[in-house]
């Protein structure tokens, strides 16, 4: 009888061994560890270590940051997540980190409603339309156009779950749309939603196909009194049929990839010169299809301006304006400021215009007003998706 406690104790003691041995292991790994740089499955940058200091400390900063630290490096972490994602599965949620699984291998992320209530929301919404009526009356409305595409929550909803609530974001599109000159704002809901039943969105990512842009670009044409190019008069190449996109990401589990098609003109010779530095002949980087980040084919990614055109009209070499470049000839100049909704969207304007810049807020310091004017800008385009449109913290330069 004496023996057999003295087992069980002796039992104790050796678990309790081991569990600190575990957590003592754990933590001397995580001091030896060397950070990861960047998450390839979620095609972000992570937290780095932060710095103790006596003023992080007492705010309670510190400890903050530190906790997003250890998220960010925790071992084993994308293997822990889809294991936690996969539990859930066998007991039946239909829902996982804010991702719908939805009907024909749709992952679509739920928004909700409160995010579109924020002050942010609000003075971004606000700036679009102060921005617009402004150009509408400078350029005329005819040149100026503002794109607020809904997402795949708001189109797809015969797909998401039964009893799944998802905000209806056409209630913020159109608080924007109202707000605008008439003949400003180009509606693309029915149109996307006349398609809902078409490969519009993309299964495992936040963003449209190059079908459903294309569907964007007709209606823009058609409001703007544009000839839009034919699908005859494309190249539409299916570049990959392995794109495991953003929203996968969030959820890391074994999932039927997407095809990505890019949309280019046919018989135009496209050149593009990135951040007025890089002069290329194309507006795609296939080298992003060896890698996550296959999005990333468009533009070699998210660029801060993007100047498209021909030989003949090319105005931006190595940084500087070419010396024979004229400002007071008369050109069609269209300016696209945008998200990276755009970046499938931009390569069909290619060659409706004389020139063409692309600019993302994000990467580009310069007010639109005041590079409208320096380079003779006719006409604009700001094109957004509405998820991001509600949080973008660059938004308000155009105001």
Request: hydrophobic share 35%; aromatic share 14%.
């Amino acid at each position: 009888m004496r023996y057999g406690k003295e087992r069980e104790y002796i039992g104790k003691i050796i678990t309790v061994i081991l569990f600190l041995a575990f957590i003592f292991g754990f933590f001397c790994y995580t001091l030896v560890k060397p950070d990861d740089l960047y998450s390839e499955t979620e095609n972000r940058t992570l937290a780095e270590r932060p710095k103790l200091d006596a003023e992080g400390f007492f705010s309670g900063q510190f400890m903050e940051n530190y906790e997003t630290y250890i998220k960010d490096q925790f071992p084993l972490r994308n293997r822990l997540v889809a294991l936690k994602n996969y539990a859930e599965l066998a007991v039946g949620k239909k829902e996982l980190n804010g991702i719908f699984l939805c009907k024909d291998n749709y992952l679509i992320e739920n928004h909700k409603k409160e995010d579109y209530e924020t002050e942010r929301a609000k003075k971004n919404s606000e700036a679009i339309i102060s921005a617009g009526n402004r150009w509408a009356e400078s350029l005329g409305e005819e040149h100026t156009s503002v794109m607020v595409v809904p997402t795949a929550q708001t189109i797809l909803t015969d797909k998401l779950p039964l009893f799944a609530q998802c905000y209806n974001q056409n209630e913020y599109i159109d608080s924007i749309k109202k707000g605008l000159k008439e003949n400003v704002f180009v509606d693309v809901s029915k149109v996307l939603k006349e398609h809902k039943d078409e490969y519009i969105y993309y299964r495992t990512d936040h963003h449209w196909t190059g079908y459903g842009a294309y569907l964007a670009y007709e209606s823009w044409c058609r409001l703007k009194n544009l000839e839009p190019y034919a699908k005859e008069e494309l190249n539409i190449d299916t570049v990959t049929e392995d794109f495991l996109g953003t929203i996968h990401s969030k959820i890391n589990i074994s999932h039927k990839p997407d095809a990505i098609e890019i949309y280019s003109v046919k018989d135009y010779n496209t050149k593009a010169v990135y951040n007025m530095q890089n002069t290329k002949d194309t507006l795609f980087d296939k080298t992003f299809l060896k890698g996550k980040d296959k999005y990333g084919v468009f533009f070699g990614g998210n660029q801060g301006i993007v100047e498209i055109t021909d030989n003949m009209h090319m105005t931006v070499t190595d940084g500087r304006l070419k010396e024979n470049y004229n400002q007071d000839k008369n050109e069609d100049i269209l300016l696209i400021i945008k998200d990276s909704y755009a970046n499938c969207f931009a390569p069909m304007t290619a060659g409706m215009f004389d020139r063409i810049y692309v600019v993302d807020l994000r990467y580009f310091n310069m007010k639109p007003d005041v590079f409208m004017e320096m380079y003779g800008v006719t006409d604009v385009l700001l094109l957004y998706n509405a998820d991001t449109l509600t949080d973008d913290v660059y938004i308000s330069r155009v105001k």
